[in-house]
């Protein structure tokens, strides 16, 4: 399998972010559709080994959150990249607006109900992240969550957030958990075409909506937003790779590298058979034989 390096895109733990300066686009990874296809198929099925062994080993589980802005294409790199993998080894969860209930928890409860048991992957797309994005750039939103007397916007909001979600993730690492984060990065433009082809080709018109337009007015914010939020929460533990995504094929190229690199590096090994076992093993296999 050719390696992808992954380290111009992993970001460290306490880093300034200024998104301006990380490319949406890079060189080409593949030489060609053809040449992509091959990749990708070489990342699928070493990923599908992997997560076979993970559900043997059962000592690990594997959490993958994807955030970006509308049209960066976090749909289609689940669906590429995990295409190989047992589906009863993995769940995907798309979190939307919170229901009245979930509106009466706290904000990580939703997603903290969904994350995965030893020796299966869980997928969210969009995440408790969004408590951090959206509401940080629509505060208006806060008004809803019920939360205690206290300044709503006020800064100190914003960092206790962020330090509730490292300290879950620390929790969740400790307990065996292994959580990656992508930030899919696409720029401004390549966003308008995408939003014009979702308008121009009749099988694509479903995933538009004048919200997505209305989103869009917010995009410097949103930038802000997520570079105040990349810097507080990436560690070393759970780490943020910023993806270029102006290319879907790059994009899902680097993703399953990094996928594949995570799994590679817990050194899982299949359940040991004990003496005992193996002569069960034995006698049953011989009566099958004699059969």
Same mark, same amino acid.
């Given at each position: ?38 990749? @990708?198929? #070489? ?5 599908? %080994? $992997?997560?076979?062994?993970? +559900?043997? !080993?059962? &000592? /690990? ?85 019920? @939360?205690? #007397? ?5 800064? %100190? $909001?914003?960092?206790?957030? +962020?330090? !509730?979600? &490292? /300290? ?124």
């Amino acid at each position: 399998m050719r390696k992808i390096q992954t380290s111009p895109y992993h970001l460290g733990e306490n880093a300034a972010v200024e998104l301006q300066k990380w490319q949406t686009r890079g060189d080409p990874i593949a030489k060609s559709k053809s040449d992509y296809k091959r990749l @990708l198929a #070489e990342h699928v099925d070493r990923l599908s %080994a $992997l997560q076979h062994l993970l +559900y043997a !080993s059962n &000592r /690990h589980a594997l959490l993958l959150i994807f955030q970006a802005m509308d049209a960066a294409g976090k749909d289609g790199a689940i669906a590429h990249v995990m295409s190989g993998v047992n589906p009863q080894g993995c769940q995907v969860f798309s979190y939307k607006h919170p229901s009245a209930v979930e509106l009466q928890h706290d904000f990580l409860w939703r997603t903290t109900r969904d994350l995965p048991e030893r020796g299966r992957i869980g997928i969210f797309n969009r995440s408790y992240y969004e408590e951090v994005l959206i509401t940080r750039v629509h505060p208006e939103l806060l008004e809803a969550e019920c @939360l205690p #007397e206290r300044a709503e916007t006020d800064e %100190a $909001l914003w960092q206790g957030r +962020y330090r !509730s979600i &490292r /300290h879950l993730e620390r929790h969740l690492f400790e307990n065996g958990t292994r959580v990656v984060k992508f930030f899919l990065h696409l720029s401004k433009e390549e966003q308008r075409k995408r939003f014009l082809a979702r308008i121009d080709e009749p099988e694509k018109n479903w995933k538009f909506s004048m919200a997505d337009i209305e989103e869009r007015r917010h995009w410097d914010e949103y930038m802000r937003a997520y570079e105040q939020c990349l810097g507080a929460t990436s560690t070393h533990h759970a780490p943020w790779y910023i993806v270029p995504a102006d290319d879907k094929r790059d994009a899902r190229l680097i993703i399953s590298q990094v996928i594949v690199e995570t799994l590679e590096r817990l050194q899982m090994a299949y359940p040991a058979v004990s003496a005992e076992r193996r002569k069960e093993l034995k006698a049953i296999r011989k009566r099958l034989v004699d059969k």
